[in-house]
Nanobody, 137 residues
Framework: QVHMVQLGGGSVQAGGSLRLSCTISEYPLQNYCMGWFRQAPDEKHTEHEREGVASIDSGGTTAYADSVKGRFAVTEDKAKKAFYLEMSGLGPDETAVYYC??????????????????????????WGEGTLVNVSS
């Protein structure tokens, strides 16, 4: 069974930067969407209601939420079976638990901006355990 392990996160002051990583036990050879999602600590959302932040598909196409464009970057390293989220210019309102996820069916054959939609990770999906990012003012 495929599983994902997240590293990174922690506390940072407003305007600071952090890097999150997600290692996947078996990196897919074909279609996939991989995304980063977040949920404020006090929100009671299901995984499919989380806010999409950034994504990358099997063709290398990236997508970003409007609120993070120019500040966040998603990359992957297939040799290391990992993908990353580089965050800069963080604001206190971005304090949240950040999750990585992968989808290997459904939207994986489409790619592009739909990979940002958490509700579409519902066919052959895997979620990371989440990591807290705390941004202080």
């Amino acid at each position: 069974q495929v599983h994902m392990v997240q590293l990174g996160g922690g506390s940072v002051q407003a305007g600071g930067s952090l890097r999150l990583s997600c290692t996947i036990s078996e990196y897919p050879l074909q279609n996939y969407c991989m995304g980063w999602f977040r949920q404020a600590p006090d929100e009671k959302h299901t995984e499919h209601e989380r806010e999409g932040v950034a994504s990358i598909d099997s063709g290398g196409t990236t997508a970003y939420a409007d609120s993070v464009k120019g500040r966040f970057a998603v990359t992957e390293d297939k040799a290391k079976k990992a993908f990353y989220l580089e965050m800069s210019g963080l604001g206190p309102d971005e304090t949240a638990v950040y999750y990585c996820a992968a989808e290997f069916a459904g939207i994986a054959t489409m790619g592009g901006p739909i990979c940002l939609q958490a509700r579409e990770y519902r066919y052959l999906e895997v979620w990371g355990e989440g990591t807290l990012v705390n941004v202080s003012s």
